[in-house]
Each structure stands twice: as structure tokens, then as C-alpha cells.
């Protein structure tokens, strides 16, 4: 008999019975409980860990591209030797790109579209009807054609020029605004958003708070959409400059391999125009003079008054510094006997002093969009990131009642929930790009905004599945994912961790403690990551619970190109693949995909020098001859790149592995 | 024991600074729990809100510092409190709910003993737990099945 049976028959049993009966269920229902809530805050807790692998190497990785900045400048001042041996190639990596305004019209009406071309066709002057064909044809997977893309870029920089540095908005009681983070290529999200939130127009305003391109595989349709929204409704739809926007960022993060996939024909062009599409959008929006919306963040020295007044289309590259010409190189220029402001860079072709920032612009602009707030006090140099700083409440608040402002919102970091308050209320984060890292990694937000009202946040989550799959399923891919990438960062820095943890281990047992393994970890790879929990996932322990050192690299190796080609220069090729890549594309002007031995060596020579590597030249002419396949000179360096490929062993379930490890 | 004295504060000290989002050696208070249970313990949630008590400031400010942590939880893992629960007492207790012993519980069942006795779940907490444990087919949980699935942890 259950227990309702009994309760229906009332009297029918004696109530200690009853009472029994009742107690096992809840203690049964409390073991259950118990349990669950247990297993769902180590759920929880696996998915903070894992976004915390994701964060760290993506912020480690923007630093290893201010220290490719560092390599630029590095060659700058070095430029005489280069300029000796091959004046052109320097010319080549720093001139000026775009030549001629005149040209513009003409170039787009070179390019012809095709009768058969099936994509959407924009008419100029442009109009709601085509935002709306164009969000139609990218649902459908279309590609706008180059044609439409050159004039969509040429027209909004013709617009952008006339925009200040900062963009005045005013809401209304019927007139709210709303505000989007990240997009980073994400296009399901922008289409999550306007299905949610309606598309812009007149009366729905918007703005973009930077970064819409790199990283995921439709920027250039992000980019399209924005900027024809932006030319029909210019007093409506904002747009704010994030570090992404900026060509070298894009060479590394994406967006520059997409537009060459995309546009074979004329990405070239493409990619010309846009550099300097970005140096025109604005810095910022002030909405209602007192909620100031930038990209990333302030420092101390922020000076409002200052951006307002700066040449903004000046700042060409995040990552390339301006010489600075200052009391410290006073003393060399008196040397050159030519007189005041000569910067020693006639080399470069269409670059004079007068066509960079001052230094200490330069660096304002640099602040706005690397900055992060943290809750510590005062202005820190970001490290992580390697640019801009670390804002604390205290310089929130002298910043906004410098200015007589009330918030800060911005964007550049990825929150689990989509959005984040801090400061008190006066800093919000808002982020709109979900699953960011990974399925099921984060929310993505967007806020809508009033006068005198409480900012209200939206949140949502673009899901593949028709219906979204339970927790543990969902963190059981960021976890694995968030692992992979970080097995292969270790192996890139193998020999170094190996050296570390041998330096330990001074029985040679091929153990370590605990706490010396994960002492040798962070000290090596340096990514503050929380080594201990993540053991279980990275190495095998002993039942004394000591850590066999080695057991990570034996399920995962770099596939080697050339046979013989030695491991150290195996590794550090693969460890610095991606500067590598953009440097290759630098030179590479004409994005042929070639360039030439002698460019190549001219390169690897300084990389070696500036980076302090220990690789042999002749090691690495054997392997460029050797990766020279025709013979004719010349190296197709995606080939190059692509093979440094990592093997995950215990991925390849069904095929023969016949390297060793 | 020094050693794993050592050893446990470190330990906690990782699993804490994962969720001190502003890096100032505090976490928000709704986040202890998780933080606790990360670290293999399994407390109720009368026993949570008494570690918290031990944690908070005097005057609750809704965040919890670091200083005031680290003994308390040194503590709860030296004394191996609040362990977890093991799988055959898991299983005892889904059998109890089911005295006929047909091998399932009812969804309306789950959510019946599951919000009202014991330690009750939010909305929240009772839908996570059906999305994972109820079999679309059948609409129940074949609760044997259930906890195979889910103590692969």
C-alpha cells in the first residue's frame, strides 16, 4: 500500500506509522537534494574554470601581439640595416597603403557585377529596404558582392568623416536607446538581437559598441549590415571603435583570412579601404552628457576634453606606436644637422611625422579601447593584455566627476551572464557575442536605456539544437575544449616546462609534488590559472598522489613538416606561428600567399634577434629550401603554417598513428 | 600535517580566486556554496547558511573576504566534514520514494517530493535537474539510470 492509500483511509493506521513513513521521505528527499545541489555547484564550478582558461589565453595571446608591436617598432629603429640591404622591403611593410582618393570612383565602377550573381543588389542612396534584403540574403548564406562592398565602405567613410570624435545622443521618454557589446563576427547574434529588440530605425536607436569583426566567421556580413544601417539612419545607429577594429588585429584574428576566402577577386582592395574605414569611426558616444559609452575603459590621464579635440583618423594601429619625438630624442635630432622635428623615417613613403598622433594621444586612444575596471584601487598597467590599464572604483569616480558624468558603459570582456555592474553601479560591462568561447560558455546582453530610468538588461543565448541541452552536457564541451587549447599551449612551451620541472625533480624520479608542479606550471606559462583543480585533466598522478610530470605530452605531439627538422625549432615555429602569420602578411603586400627566400631570411633574421630565440640561421634555411617545393624561390607560407598542426593522440581513435611521440 | 595544512590553503585559495571576478579577495556571497562544494564537500543547505554565518561580516555586506574564509574552510576540510553523499545511499533514497518499486519516478512525482520536503528547490534548480534526468519517452526518470549517468562526474 503507498503512503496516499493510507492517508485515504484516514484512521484507518496508527499515526507513528504515518510518521515513519513520511520521515524516510523526507530524509530521502534531503540525500537527494543534497546530492544534486552538490553536483550541480561542481558543474558550476568546472564551467568558471573553464572560461577562466579561455580568458587567460586569449588575454595572453593579445599580449604576444603588443610584443609583435614591440617587434615593429623594434625594426623601426633598426630600419638603417634593413634600409641598406632591402630599402624597398621596408618601404613596403610601413608605407601607406590606400594611394589615391581620386581613384575610388573609378575602382568601383571597374568592378562588374555579374548578371548571374544571385546576392543582394543595394541601391544608392541606400534605404530601409535594403538593411532588410541584406539581413534576408545573409540568413540565406548569401555573399554581397565586392561591387556593393567597395561602395558601402567608400560611402561610410565619406559619412564617418563628418562625425565627431564623439557622438552626442539624447533619449526620451519614447525615445529609448539600446546598447550592444562584442559582436566578434557572431551573426546569429546580431540576428538574435534585432529579432528580439526589432531592427534600427527612426525610432530605434542603437549603438555598437566596437569589436563587431574577428574571431567568428561572418564579420564582413556584421560589418555590412551596421554600415548600410549606418548610412540610412546616421543619427540613429552608432558606432564605436574597439580594438578589434584595426587591421592588425584583424591579421591575426581572423577577419583578414576571411575577407581573402570571401572576395578572392578584389580582397585586396577590400581589406585597403577598411583599414582606413576604422581610423574614422568615432571613440565614443555620450548619451544625454551623462553616460559616456567607449569601448574599454579609462586610466587616471584620461582626458575627455583632449579626445574631443584629437585627429582620431590619425590613429592608424593600435599596434603601431608613433616615434615619439620628445626631449629624449631632442639630443640626437640636434646631432642631424637639418633642424628641428626630423624623425630619422624618410623611408617610409606616405608616413611623415604630421600623419601619425603624438605620443601622448597615441596613448589616451590606446586607454579607451584596452582599458579593464577591477575592483582593486588606482591605474595599473593591464598586463594581462599587455595595453591599456586597470581602473579601479576610485578612478571611475575622479574620471566621471572630472567630466560631470554619471556611467561608464562599456564592452571587451566576456561575462558569463552577458552584462556586469561594478564600481558601485557606475561601470557596466555588457558583452552581446554568447557562446563566446565555446557552446554554452556565456550569455551574451544588450541594454536598453532611458532618461532618468534604470537600465534594463536583456540576456540571451543563441543555441544550435532546438531544444538546449542540459547542463552537464553543455559543460562537458567548454571543459574539453577549454583543456585542448591549453594541453597545446604547454606543449608549445615544452622544452621550457620540462627544464622547469627537471629542475625540481632533482632525483629524476619523473615526479613532482603537487604543490612543485604547479609552482613549475605557473611560473613557466605564467597564466594565473587554478593548476591544482586542473590537474586531474592535464597530467597522471601515482597513488601517493604525486604528479608524473611527463604524461602530458604523451597523448598529444606537434606533427612534424620535415622529418628531420630538430624539436626545439619544431616548437618554437609552432609557439610563434601566429606572429609569424601576420609578420608573413605584412610583407606579403600584394596577399599573393608567396613571398620570396630572400624575404623570408631578411625576416626570420630580425624575429631571431628581437625575440632572443637560439635557432641556428642554417636551421632555418634548411627548412624554408625544404618547404620550397618548386624550387623557384618562393614559399607559400599557409603551407608553411599549416603544418604545424597538433596531433591530439588519444582524438585520432580510428587512424594509425605512425609518429613517434 | 603542516604540509597539508599548507597544501589545503593553497587549494582553497585557487578555487577561491576563481570566483573573485574583481580580483580584491572577495567573492559575492551566493557564490560560497559553490565555491564549498567544489572543493568536495556536500553541507546542506541549513549547514551552508551556518558556514556563512561564520564567514559574513558583522554587518552582512553581501561579500565575503578571503581572510575570513580561509580558516573556516581549512577547518572543514581538516575535520573532513559535510562528505559526500556515497552512490548506494543515493540509490536507497530514490528507492524509498518509490516503494512499489517500479524502477522510475513520475516527473510530477520528482517535483512534488523534490519542492516540498526536505530542503525545498527553486523553480530553478527543480527544471535543471528534469532536463537531465527526465527520459523524453517515457516522461519519468528511470532514476537507476539517472545516477549512473551522472556520478561519471
Known amino acids: 500500500m503507498s503512503t496516499h492509500d493510507l492517508e485515504d483511509m484516514g484512521c484507518g493506521t496508527s499515526s507513528s506509522t504515518k510518521d515513519r513513513k513520511s520521515e524516510k521521505a523526507l530524509k530521502a528527499a534531503l540525500v537527494i537534494q543534497n546530492w544534486y545541489r552538490g553536483y550541480s555547484a561542481r558543474l558550476k564550478a568546472r564551467q568558471r574554470y573553464a572560461l577562466t582558461i579561455f580568458q587567460s589565453i586569449e588575454y595572453a595571446d593579445e599580449q604576444g601581439q603588443l610584443q609583435l608591436s614591440n617587434f615593429f617598432s623594434f625594426m623601426l629603429e633598426n630600419y638603417t640595416q634593413i634600409h641598406e640591404k632591402d630599402p624597398e622591403l621596408v618601404a613596403r611593410l610601413f608605407g601607406g597603403t590606400l594611394q589615391d582618393a581620386k581613384d575610388r570612383q573609378d575602382y568601383v565602377s571597374f568592378v562588374d557585377?555579374?548578371?548571374?550573381?544571385?546576392?543582394?543588389?543595394?541601391?544608392?542612396?541606400?534605404?530601409?529596404?535594403?538593411?532588410?534584403?541584406?539581413?534576408?540574403?545573409?540568413?540565406?548564406?548569401?555573399?554581397?558582392?565586392?561591387?556593393?562592398?567597395?561602395?558601402?565602405?567608400?560611402?561610410?567613410?565619406?559619412?564617418?568623416?563628418?562625425?565627431?570624435?564623439?557622438?552626442?545622443?539624447?533619449?526620451?521618454?519614447?525615445?529609448?536607446?539600446?546598447?550592444?557589446?562584442?559582436?566578434?563576427?557572431?551573426?546569429?547574434?546580431?540576428?538574435?538581437?534585432?529579432?528580439?529588440?526589432?531592427?534600427?530605425?527612426?525610432?530605434?536607436?542603437?549603438?555598437?559598441?566596437?569589436?563587431?569583426?574577428?574571431?567568428?566567421?561572418?564579420?564582413?556580413?556584421?560589418?555590412?549590415?551596421?554600415?548600410?544601417?549606418?548610412?540610412?539612419?546616421?543619427?540613429?545607429?552608432?558606432?564605436?571603435?574597439?580594438?578589434?577594429?584595426?587591421?592588425?588585429?584583424?591579421?591575426?584574428?581572423?577577419?583578414?583570412?576571411?575577407?581573402?576566402?570571401?572576395?578572392?577577386?578584389?580582397?585586396?582592395?577590400?581589406?585597403?579601404?577598411?583599414?582606413?574605414?576604422?581610423?574614422?569611426?568615432?571613440?565614443?558616444?555620450?548619451?544625454?552628457?551623462?553616460?559616456?559609452?567607449?569601448?574599454?575603459?579609462?586610466?587616471?590621464?584620461?582626458?575627455?576634453?583632449?579626445?574631443?579635440?584629437?585627429?582620431?583618423?590619425?590613429?592608424?594601429?593600435?599596434?603601431?606606436?608613433?616615434?615619439?619625438?620628445?626631449?629624449?630624442?631632442?639630443?640626437?635630432?640636434?646631432?642631424?644637422?637639418?633642424?628641428?622635428?626630423?624623425?630619422?623615417?624618410?623611408?617610409?613613403?606616405?608616413?611623415?611625422?604630421?600623419?601619425?598622433?603624438?605620443?601622448?594621444?597615441?596613448?589616451?586612444?590606446?586607454?579607451i579601447l584596452w582599458s579593464d575596471p577591477r575592483g582593486k584601487r588606482g591605474c595599473y598597467p593591464n598586463t594581462s593584455r599587455g595595453g591599456g590599464c586597470y581602473f579601479g572604483p576610485d578612478i571611475t569616480s575622479k574620471i566621471l566627476n572630472k567630466f560631470q558624468l554619471k556611467m561608464l558603459i562599456r564592452s571587451h570582456e566576456c561575462k558569463p551572464e552577458g552584462y556586469e555592474i561594478c564600481h558601485d553601479g557606475k561601470v557596466v560591462t555588457v558583452f552581446s557575442a554568447s557562446n563566446y568561447y565555446e557552446e554554452g560558455s556565456n550569455r551574451g546582453a544588450y541594454i536598453k536605456l532611458c532618461c532618468d530610468m534604470t537600465p534594463r538588461f536583456f540576456q540571451y543565448q543563441v543555441t544550435r539544437a532546438t531544444c538546449s541541452r542540459p547542463l552537464y552536457q553543455r559543460v562537458n564541451t567548454m571543459e574539453s575544449s577549454a583543456i585542448r587549447i591549453l594541453k597545446e599551449r604547454m606543449l608549445s612551451r615544452k622544452t621550457d616546462l620540462i627544464r622547469a620541472f627537471q629542475l625540481q625533480d632533482r632525483s629524476k624520479s619523473g615526479k613532482l609534488s603537487m604543490g612543485q608542479w604547479a609552482f613549475s606550471m605557473e611560473n613557466t606559462l605564467g597564466l594565473n590559472l587554478p593548476w591544482r583543480s586542473l590537474s586531474p585533466h592535464l597530467v597522471t598522478t601515482d597513488k601517493n598522489g604525486n604528479i608524473n610530470y611527463m604524461s602530458t605530452f604523451q597523448d598529444i605531439h606537434i606533427q612534424k613538416p620535415v622529418k628531420e627538422a630538430q624539436s626545439t625549432l619544431i616548437e618554437t615555429l609552432y609557439r610563434y606561428r601566429s606572429d609569424l602569420q601576420i609578420i608573413f602578411n605584412v610583407i606579403d603586400s600584394d596577399h599573393s600567399g608567396l613571398i620570396s627566400m630572400e624575404e623570408f631570411r631578411a625576416m626570420w633574421k630580425l624575429f631571431n634577434s628581437h625575440y632572443s630565440i637560439h635557432i641556428e640561421d642554417f636551421q632555418i634555411d634548411e627548412l624554408a629550401e625544404r618547404m620550397d617545393l618548386n624550387k623557384d624561390g618562393s614559399i607559400d607560407f599557409n603551407e608553411f603554417l599549416k603544418a604545424f598542426y597538433v596531433v591530439h593522440k588519444l582524438e585520432k581513435l580510428n587512424k594509425s598513428d605512425g609518429q613517434s611521440p | 600535517t603542516e604540509l597539508v595544512v599548507a597544501e589545503y590553503h593553497r587549494k582553497i585559495k585557487e578555487a577561491f580566486e576563481v570566483f573573485d571576478h574583481e580580483a580584491n579577495n572577495t567573492v559575492d556571497v551566493r557564490e560560497i556554496g559553490t565555491i564549498i562544494r567544489s572543493l568536495g564537500c556536500c553541507p546542506s543547505e541549513g549547514e551552508l547558511h551556518d558556514l556563512i554565518a561564520e564567514v559574513e561580516e558583522e554587518e552582512p555586506t553581501g561579500y565575503i573576504r578571503y581572510e575570513k574564509f580561509l580558516p573556516v574552510m581549512t577547518e572543514v576540510l581538516l575535520e573532513r566534514r559535510y562528505r559526500p553523499i556515497p552512490e548506494d545511499t543515493l540509490l536507497r533514497a530514490f528507492e524509498v520514494l518509490d516503494p512499489s518499486k517500479r524502477g522510475f519516478l513520475t516527473r510530477e512525482e520528482l517535483i512534488k517530493y523534490m519542492t516540498e520536503e526536505g530542503e525545498p528547490f527553486s523553480q530553478e534548480e527543480m527544471e535543471e535537474m528534469l532536463s537531465a534526468a527526465v527520459d523524453p519517452e517515457s516522461n519519468s526518470i528511470h532514476y537507476k539510470d539517472y545516477i549512473a549517468m551522472m556520478v561519471v562526474d
Open chain 1, 113 to 367: 557585377v555579374p548578371d548571374s550573381y544571385n546576392g543582394p543588389r543595394l541601391q544608392f542612396p541606400l534605404t530601409f529596404t535594403d538593411i532588410d534584403l541584406l539581413v534576408e540574403a545573409f540568413k540565406k548564406q548569401q555573399i554581397l558582392h565586392a561591387h556593393y562592398v567597395l561602395e558601402v565602405l567608400f560611402e561610410t567613410k565619406r559619412v564617418l568623416k563628418q562625425m565627431p570624435n564623439f557622438t552626442q545622443v539624447k533619449t526620451s521618454p519614447t525615445k529609448e536607446i539600446t546598447i550592444c557589446g562584442d559582436l566578434h563576427g557572431k551573426l546569429d547574434d546580431l540576428f538574435l538581437i534585432f529579432y528580439k529588440n526589432g531592427l534600427p530605425s527612426g525610432s530605434n536607436s542603437y549603438i555598437f559598441n566596437g569589436d563587431f569583426v574577428d574571431r567568428g566567421k561572418h564579420s564582413m556580413e556584421i560589418l555590412m549590415i551596421l554600415f548600410v544601417s549606418f548610412l540610412v539612419y546616421p543619427n540613429d545607429l552608432h558606432l564605436n571603435r574597439g580594438n578589434h577594429e584595426d587591421f592588425m588585429m584583424n591579421l591575426r584574428y581572423g577577419f583578414t583570412k576571411e575577407i581573402l576566402h570571401k572576395y578572392k577577386m578584389h580582397g585586396k582592395k577590400i581589406l585597403q579601404i577598411l583599414e582606413d574605414v576604422y581610423t574614422w569611426l568615432p571613440i565614443g558616444t555620450i548619451i544625454d552628457n551623462e553616460i559616456l559609452v567607449i569601448h574599454g575603459g579609462i586610466s587616471e590621464s584620461t582626458d575627455l576634453n583632449l579626445l574631443h579635440r584629437i585627429e582620431r583618423h590619425k590613429m592608424k594601429s593600435v599596434l603601431m606606436p608613433p616615434i615619439s619625438v620628445d626631449e629624449d630624442h631632442d639630443a640626437d635630432l640636434r646631432k642631424t644637422k637639418t633642424g628641428a622635428n626630423v624623425v630619422p623615417r624618410e623611408v617610409k613613403t606616405n608616413e611623415s611625422p604630421s600623419e601619425q598622433l603624438p605620443k601622448h594621444e597615441w596613448e589616451q586612444v590606446i586607454d
